[in-house]
């Protein structure tokens, strides 16, 4: 027996579809829109269309993600991470887009001082693409900030092997063995940094620290904070370093310069050939020591010392402009003889 179905409800039923297709097709075309909108910049108006969006289909991951990513490029971190948190949350997520809200999220924690969070944040991204370099260094800064500086130093390393010719990790795989007391690390690392990004805005700083540690400093411990304890292996490499420097510092100069030169030289060279004989952090062993040994034999040195020292000597512009063949040369060799 055949049971007849009203044609009334039958309507009823098709308004019904017809209404729930057409929200859902306005929606879609509303996430569309603000997504344009983001692409050009106009964040204001794109995040219009995505809370119009939210308002037809309040489950729409898309459109809560476009939306904290609109509200993030206006400076609204912290508007924007409720809508991250539910799309993570969401069940069936691909893994491209969990890896980006979780960094999403970590960078907006970190900005707000929330280096926990960031942190726990940045490493759920990376369980997701271990691979990937912006999540790397974001979490190498929040580690630093959060003066949890061996752990820096891992993920920095990770970066800079992720994407060798980035400037950033390499300055902040500097700073983060600074602040651990390995001068020659250090040093190294801000000498790459620096080759890297000679006139930056942090080259500046930079150049100062490589001046500091030449000069014997050692940055201060921040208050409250124990003095780092300096394993045998980095004593030695800073022994080197102080030997080497205080060998030059025995000659007459007139001008700078030509001594920095020297002291990089006499630096390069004493401790890599000191990592030769080292067992202890690879990276620093196998691939910054060794390069720069190599540089310090090659006849290039002096115009890399010019180079690096852009940002601190106004000499130095004016010495590789006027030595067009040695800063080719020097150009050439590091494109050959890469890290």
Not at 169 to 179: A, E, K
Not at 226 to 252: I, Y
């Amino acid at each position: 027996m055949t049971m007849k179905i009203p044609a009334r409800y039958l309507f009823t039923c098709m308004l019904l579809l017809i209404g729930l297709a057409t929200r859902a097709q306005d929606a879609g075309s509303l996430i569309m829109q603000g997504t344009q909108l983001s692409n050009a910049g106009n964040y204001s108006a794109a995040t219009d269309r995505f809370r119009s969006a939210l308002a037809l289909d309040s489950t729409n991951v898309t459109a809560k993600y476009q939306l904290a990513f609109a509200l993030n490029a206006m400076g609204k971190g912290t508007t924007a991470l409720p809508y991250l948190q539910q799309v993570v949350a969401a069940p069936g997520q691909t893994p491209a887009v969990l890896s980006t809200s979780y960094g999403l999220m970590a960078g907006i924690y970190d900005r707000s001082g929330q280096a926990g969070q960031a942190i726990t944040s940045y490493q759920k991204a990376l369980k997701i693409d271990s691979g990937n370099y912006g999540l790397l260094y974001g979490l190498g800064l929040a580690y630093f900030r959060d003066r949890q500086y061996a752990q820096a130093e891992r993920a920095a390393i990770k970066a800079i092997k992720a994407d060798p010719g980035q400037a950033g990790s390499m300055r902040l795989y500097g700073l983060v063995t600074f602040h651990q007391n390995k001068r020659a690390p250090a040093l190294l690392s801000l000498c790459y940094f620096l080759w890297l990004e000679p006139k930056g805005p942090h080259s500046e700083e930079a150049y100062t620290n490589i001046q500091s540690i030449i000069q014997g400093g050692v940055l201060k411990a921040e208050p409250g904070a124990r003095p780092p304890r300096t394993d045998a292996a980095n004593l030695a490499f800073n022994q080197a370093l102080t030997g080497s420097v205080a060998a030059v510092n025995k000659r007459k100069y007139i001008a700078p310069a030509d001594r920095f030169t020297d002291q990089l030289q006499a630096i390069f060279t004493s401790v890599g050939t000191l990592a030769q004989r080292q067992t202890g952090e690879p990276f620093f062993r196998t691939e910054l020591a060794t390069f720069f040994e190599r540089l310090a034999r090659s006849g290039h040195i002096q115009a890399f010392a010019r180079s690096i020292a852009q940002a601190g000597d106004s000499g130095s512009a004016a010495w590789l402009a006027s030595h067009e063949k040695e800063t080719a040369a020097l150009a050439e060799w590091m494109k050959v003889n890469k890290r």
